[in-house]
């Protein structure tokens, strides 16, 4: 006779949805509560399953930051591409994205693992290549603008610079059109 009551099976968890949900407590706690023992209990799993997937938390917290490298890396490239004549387009496009509000999500992890690389080096060479990279990115669109190598560089900082710390910021309270504020310092990076 087959109980009623009986819970489902509940499905196996594969590496990358123990990877996602160490992102998503990431950016709510931070590295150092990313344990397996917490990781476990909010996928809703026993502990021991985790080792299937990972030799220990170190090969966890490595694939954490090859997760994110990876997806930071594909969106920069994605966000910079530009035909010809459309660099600017791109640049806009970039500050945009990078500095809505809507990409809260996204900041919230990126501020998580810069505080991780404040006290792991491991951390810290991953977000060094991704910034590396970013600014490449964006330093290859002002040089197609006609920049010269210093202007580019100087610029893609700046443009890094901005998205991120404005990303940070909650300026509603200062201006009543916050859009047409950050509209016209996107113009003064990217043009």
């Not at 945009?96 to 810069?114: C, H, L, P, Q, T």
């Not at 990115?137 to 404005?166: N, P, W």
Request: aromatic letters at 8%.
């Amino acid at each position: 006779m087959v109980n009623a009551a009986a819970k489902p099976p509940r499905a196996a968890l594969d590496r990358d949805a123990w990877i996602r949900g160490a992102i998503a407590i990431l950016a709510e706690h931070g590295a150092e509560r990313l344990r397996v023992e917490v990781l476990a209990k909010r996928l809703g799993v026993t502990k021991g399953s985790f080792y299937w997937h990972f030799k220990n938390r170190r090969d966890l917290l490595d694939a954490v930051l090859q997760f994110w490298k990876e997806g930071r890396l594909r969106d920069i490239r994605k966000q910079t591409q530009a035909e010809p004549g459309g660099e600017v387009a791109a640049l806009l496009h970039t500050i945009e994205v990078y500095g809505s509000a809507r990409n809260r999500k996204g900041i919230s992890i990126e501020a998580a693992v810069r505080d991780w690389a404040r006290r792991d080096a491991q951390a810290v060479a991953v977000v060094e290549e991704v910034d590396a990279e970013r600014l490449a990115c964006s330093c290859r669109l002002f040089l197609a603008c006609g920049l010269d190598t210093e202007e580019a560089q100087a610029r893609s900082v700046m443009l890094y610079a901005y998205v991120f710390g404005v990303s940070l910021m909650h300026c509603g309270g200062f201006t009543a059109d916050l859009a047409t504020l950050k509209s016209w310092i996107a113009e003064r990076i990217a043009r």
